[in-house]
């Protein structure tokens, strides 16, 4: 079992940075695939970025490649997203998840093992 609990959300105006963070329970987070989605009011869940259980490997969608950046530290059992230079239409929920092994396909696709309860985060344009 892996429980995550994310943190960092808030209002910030465009062009502005935040940084997310997902602190996570259970002996299974070091050797975890760790992805980031995001769901905005009225449409589906989307793939943001996701990082391997080793961190040397991360994916990151398109429509915020360049501005987003996943980290993780398994010691602190803890993955972070940097969030620069936002717009309005990032404006929505942020969930952290966790899978077991690097199926990246499947991470894309949101088929995760764990999820967090999510953060809002709101940017004014």
């Known amino acids: 079992q892996v429980r995550l609990v994310e943190s960092g959300g808030g209002l910030v105006q465009a062009g502005g940075s935040l940084r997310l963070s997902c602190a996570a329970s259970?002996?299974?987070?070091?050797?975890?695939?760790m992805g980031w989605f995001r769901q905005a009011p009225g449409k589906a869940r989307e793939f943001v970025v996701a990082?391997?259980?080793?961190?040397?490997?991360?994916f990151v969608a398109d429509s915020v490649r360049g501005r987003f950046t996943i980290s993780r530290d398994n010691a602190k059992n803890t993955v972070y997203l940097q969030m620069n230079s936002l717009k309005a239409e990032d404006t929505a929920v942020y969930y952290c998840?966790?899978?077991?092994?690097?199926?990246?396909?499947?991470?894309?696709?949101?088929?995760?093992?764990?999820w967090g309860q999510g953060t809002q985060v709101t940017v004014s344009s």
């Open positions: 990082i391997t259980w080793n961190g040397i490997l991360t």
């Open positions: 259970g002996r299974t987070f070091s050797s975890s695939a």
């Open positions: 998840a966790a899978r077991g092994g690097a199926d990246i396909p499947l991470i894309r696709r949101g088929d995760m093992d764990y």
